[in-house]
């Protein structure tokens, strides 16, 4: 068994050289997740509540196993990989990266000493801190519609060479509607790039050698409600 994954970088964030789009989701978060109002408290409220509303899904999908070492890419508040933690009885130390400091700052503060590591790092997932196959599972969840198609093909890639054979991948993300103006409003809303149809997202991961691609169903409980969701193996 390889070693529990070291950051490569110092993971303070500081010094990423960061795309238009990557900018645009980072000012967004640090802005909506760090300030005091009524819609601050309740995008937190949402993220606070993604550990109960997507744990579930997660460690069905991964075959989540205690000795499993985990990264979350877009990590958020960091609920799911806490929860998921805990309900695994996790044996290994588990790793968020996020863009946005604000996500990070409070992940890291809402920590448990008593639990087993957890480490939230500022990083981009397009230069992920790591190297090697040092990842059983790597999860993105509603993280893909930030990326244009060569930035989740290079996310793909990366998250591919960190798992390394028998690791898995999963993943979900809004399901477009057959209408455009509601598939604008989601985009807009959250300052993202492009829903993409299953047809779009299997051949994008089969393309960068995930085989063994299995649908599965994953619900988010507030709008706008349908999700895309596989896992899946490099081969
Ligand atoms: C909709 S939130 C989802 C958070 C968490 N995964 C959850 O389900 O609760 C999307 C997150 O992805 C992060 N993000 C977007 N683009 C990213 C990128 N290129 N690298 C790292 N994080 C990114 C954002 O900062 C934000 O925290």
Redesign the pocket.
Known sequence: MEQPPQPAGSGSGNGLRLSES?TR??AF?DRWIGKGDLFSQLGRAV?SL?GTV?AGGFIRAGGLRPEDRVL??????G??LTASQRRVCAKQPYFG????YE?VRRARRDLDPRRPPLHFLV????QMPFRGHCFDVVLL???VK??TDPQLRLVLAQVRDLLGPGGRIVLWEFRPYPWGAINRTILRG?RSHKLRSATELVSLLQEQGYRNLQPFSIHTPWPPFRNLAFSGQPE
């Open positions: 990557e989701a980072q978060y993220f993604s997507y979350e890419v877009g990590s958020g508040l609920k799911i990266i996020d863009l946005s996500m990083a981009s997932a397009l969840s509603h993280v930030y990326l959250s």
